[in-house]
Structure formats: structure tokens, C-alpha cells
């Protein structure tokens, strides 16, 4: 192992810890302000209740997000610094946009949310977590855009003398064919990990305190279920939009996914494949005849590029050197997301079923309640690593091998002290997370007597009032 393979593990630790609180955050932001609304348009007292219980928990979340977000702005100067001279021109402009105008919408709305009730009026008061949503959606499109240039580098030219990519047009980054079915494919996914939270937080009250707000978590427990189906439907249409994307500008990944060595027409699709170690070819599939030509292509009978015919064509195309990803990584990531995230569906169906017409949910119930919101996740995280490993060798494709972009003066010490650094203070960081998530869970829903409502007038008395804070 080398300065590049520490470089690397540490990035991808840091991401992936970062990329936990990220979908649970996109989605729990959503389902506030939707109980929020449903309590402005009805009245009900549930409603607000779980506004004020979710959006709690929401708020721990985006607390713990926004730190170890902060970490990876700093991996692009310690251990990437030729990736960022190399990228930075182009990344400019989409990160600029998330920090000036998605990350201003988040941190001054949600200020407003936390210290707006009774202050603001109820409907200014529901604008502002509207606003947080808004800020949440446009944070992940421009990330995803910098890291859809990645995968499909546009609107650029590429600068020799000083060697590195620069920007020529941001119109053409921000609608990238890739971002476009990358944004509502992540945002789908991000669905389900809510979904699956708000349902499973739902079933522990709901089966260890029997007749504590039953009728408030009966309603959030069927929300988070049909938000889980709904999702997960969702991230397959558009998982089979992307995947078309991924085999027109990424051949190879597709290929590297299916463990397909030679080009195939019609293709089949694997369903289970035992290759070599260095996956170099296979021993043993099982396979669905057409199926791949069609998730591919759109056609039961298109073409689709095998491993070794890719390599020839890039070895052509690029110099030599091997352009195969880590094929049995990209091959069982790609079904470990698909698998474990229909389990979460299939789980989100049985609990629809298991309290139907009023129906209490059965005791044994309550051994879903922690994996059931770690199976959309941990979907998510299989998701990411198939998308950033397929890609290998390259950081940016085409343009920028990874190994041409890890900082020149970096030492292994260095990576490899920063690195026991980051993992240990992440370990405690997870500590302190879980333990406030279950404390707030466990606390269950606050009375809310009286309502809050619009604020009073300008009263001597009303002026007097100290600034009142939700949480």
C-alpha cells in the first residue's frame, strides 16, 4: 500500500461517513415540512406534534452533515492537490452556486424555522422550512453536478500549458445528461432512507409504549411506508434512465457491473457471476437472456461492449495501461444496492399489510425498527461506491487518472496520521450522534398546549416577551 491507496482510503471513508447523514437529511427536511403543512391545512394537533418530534431529529442530522462536509472541502488541498488545480476551474462555479445561494437558503431558513414559532405568522413560519427544502435540493444538484463532470466531463476545454481543465460553459455542466438522471435517481434513494426512518421510529412507540400517541405514530409509520414504496419505485425508473446514460459515456462501467468480457449481442443480464480474483474473466454466471441489451440500450437485441473489448479500444485510445475497474467490487455493489434496497420496499409493503384497516402492528414488529432504515441506507452507500469505483482508473474520464491527481508532496506518514485522525474522530462523532438521535426518539412526541399560532400584536407586553426557541 502506497501514499495513493491511503489517500484514497481516506477519502472514501470521509465520503461515505459524510454521505450517511446526507440522504437522511434530504428526506427528513421534506417530511417536516410536510407534516408542517398538513397541521397548517387541517388544524390537527398530530400533526404538529410530529412536525416538531421529526423536524428534532432532523436537526441533529443536518448539524452532524454540515461538519463532516466541512472535511471534505479540506481533502481537495491535503492529499488532492492535483486534482483540484486540475479541476478547480470547472468545480468553481457549481460549488460556488451550493455555498453562495443552496447553503445561504439552508442556514438562514432554518435559523428563522427554529426561532420563528409564535413569532412569525403561520404561514411565513411554513415558508421558511420550504425554503430549507429548496436550499436542501439545490445543494445536492450542484454537488452532483461537479461530480457528474467527473464521470462526463462537457462544457470545458482543456488548458495544456497550464494543465488543467477550464470552464467554458456552466450551462453545459449544470444540464449534463449525467446530473440529469444522476439528481432525481439520489433524490429517490434519499427518499427511501426517510421513509424507512419515519416508519421505524413510528413501530418502537407504537409496540414498546402501547397507547402513548398511538393514532400520531400510527400516521407516521403508513406515511413512511407508502413514501418508501412510492420512493423505491421511483429510484427504479430512474435507476433504469441512468444506467442507459452510464453505458453511453461509461462503457466500461457498465460492462465492469455485469461482469461482461466480451461484447454480446443480445446481452444477458447476470444474475449471479463467480469470476477469477483479479477479475479477469468468468467461471460461473446465471443469467437472464435480452435483459441487459434492453436496461442498456432500450432494445431486447442492442450491443453491449464487453470488458476485454473496452480495454483494446482504450489501450488504442489512451496509450497502454489497464482502464479495468475492480470488477468484482463494481459487480457486487451494483447488486447489494438493488437487492437491499428492494428488501426495504418489500419490508415498507409488510408493514402497509401488517396495519391495515386500523390493525395494530404485531409486537415482533419491533426488530424492524433498526434495520429498516439501514437498508435504504446502507443502498445508498453501495450506490456510491459502485458509481466512484466503476470509474477507476480515472478521477475525472478520459482527462485525469487518479493516480495523476493525489498531492506530489504528500508523504504516506502524513496521509496515514490524518487518516487514524479522521477515523477516530469520526467514531467518536458517531458516538455523539446515535446517542442524541436515541435520547430525542426515546422522548417521543412534546405537548404542544397551547398551539402556537400567529404572533400576537404589538402589544408593550408582546415586546417584553423573551425570544422563544422550539428545541
Not at 108 to 125: A, E, K, M, N, S
Not at 130 to 149: D, E, K, P, R
Not at 201 to 209: F, P, S
Not at 241 to 266: D, F, R
Request: charged content about 15%; some cysteine.
Amino acid at each position: 500500500m502506497d501514499t495513493l491507496d491511503l489517500a484514497r482510503w481516506q477519502f472514501a471513508i470521509t465520503t461515505v461517513y459524510h454521505f450517511f447523514f446526507v440522504p437522511v437529511t434530504l428526506s427528513l427536511v421534506a417530511v417536516t415540512a410536510g407534516l408542517q403543512t398538513a397541521w397548517y391545512r387541517t388544524g390537527k394537533e398530530k400533526y404538529l406534534r410530529l412536525t416538531k418530534f421529526y423536524g428534532k431529529l432532523f436537526l441533529i442530522n443536518i448539524a452532524m452533515g454540515v461538519v463532516t462536509g466541512l472535511v471534505q472541502e479540506f481533502q481537495f488541498g491535503m492529499n488532492w492537490s492535483d486534482y483540484s488545480r486540475f479541476v478547480g476551474d470547472v468545480f468553481g462555479a457549481p460549488l460556488a452556486l451550493e455555498g453562495l445561494l443552496a447553503f445561504f437558503l439552508e442556514s438562514t431558513f432554518i435559523g428563522l424555522w427554529i426561532f420563528g414559532w409564535d413569532r412569525l405568522p403561520r404561514r411565513v413560519h411554513l415558508a421558511c422550512i420550504w425554503m430549507v427544502v429548496l436550499g436542501t435540493q439545490l445543494s445536492a444538484y450542484f454537488i452532483l453536478a461537479a461530480n457528474s463532470w467527473m464521470q462526463n466531463p462537457v462544457g470545458f476545454r482543456y488548458n495544456a500549458e497550464r494543465g488543467r481543465a477550464e470552464l467554458t460553459d456552466i450551462g453545459a455542466v449544470l444540464t449534463n445528461k449525467v446530473v440529469l438522471v444522476t439528481y432525481p435517481h439520489t433524490i429517490f434513494a434519499a427518499f427511501m432512507v426517510g421513509g424507512a426512518f419515519v416508519a421505524a421510529v413510528a413501530i418502537w412507540h407504537l409496540v414498546r409504549r402501547p397507547g402513548v400517541d398511538t393514532g400520531a405514530f400510527r400516521t407516521a409509520l403508513r406515511l413512511g411506508a407508502v413514501m418508501l414504496i412510492v420512493a423505491g419505485a421511483g429510484v427504479a425508473l430512474s435507476g433504469d434512465q441512468q444506467g442507459k446514460v452510464m453505458t453511453e459515456v461509461q462503457p466500461m462501467k457498465m460492462a465492469a457491473a455485469e461482469a461482461l468480457y466480451e461484447s454480446e449481442k443480445p446481452a444477458p443480464f447476470s444474475i449471479f457471476t463467480v469470476g477469477t480474483l483479479d477479475g479477469s474473466r468468468e467461471i460461473y454466471s446465471v443469467k437472464v437472456p435480452y435483459l441487459l441489451s434492453f436496461l442498456a440500450t432500450g432494445h431486447f437485441d442492442g450491443e453491449v461492449k464487453g470488458i476485454n473489448n473496452l480495454q483494446e479500444s482504450y489501450e488504442k485510445l489512451y496509450g497502454p495501461g489497464s482502464y479495468k475497474p475492480n470488477v468484482p467490487l463494481t459487480y457486487w455493489t451494483f447488486r447489494l444496492m438493488i437487492g437491499v434496497g428492494m428488501t426495504a420496499a418489500a419490508l415498507a409493503v409488510l408493514l402497509l399489510w401488517a396495519t391495515r384497516k386500523g390493525r395494530a402492528p404485531h409486537r415482533l414488529l419491533v426488530w424492524l425498527a433498526v434495520p429498516l432504515p439501514l437498508l435504504p441506507l446502507l443502498a445508498n452507500v453501495f450506490g456510491w461506491v459502485f458509481t466512484e469505483t466503476g470509474r477507476q482508473p480515472w478521477l475525472v474520464f478520459g482527462l485525469l487518472p487518479t493516480s495523476a491527481g493525489v498531492s506530489p508532496g504528500t508523504t504516506m506518514s502524513e496521509v496515514l496520521i490524518s487518516l487514524i485522525g479522521f477515523t477516530l474522530l469520526y467514531g467518536v462523532l458517531a458516538v455523539v450522534e446515535v446517542k442524541l438521535m436515541l435520547k430525542s426518539i426515546r422522548a417521543g412526541l412534546a405537548g404542544t398546549s397551547p398551539a402556537p399560532g400567529d404572533p400576537p400584536g404589538d402589544s408593550p407586553d408582546d415586546a417584553d416577551k423573551p425570544l422563544s426557541f422550539a428545541y
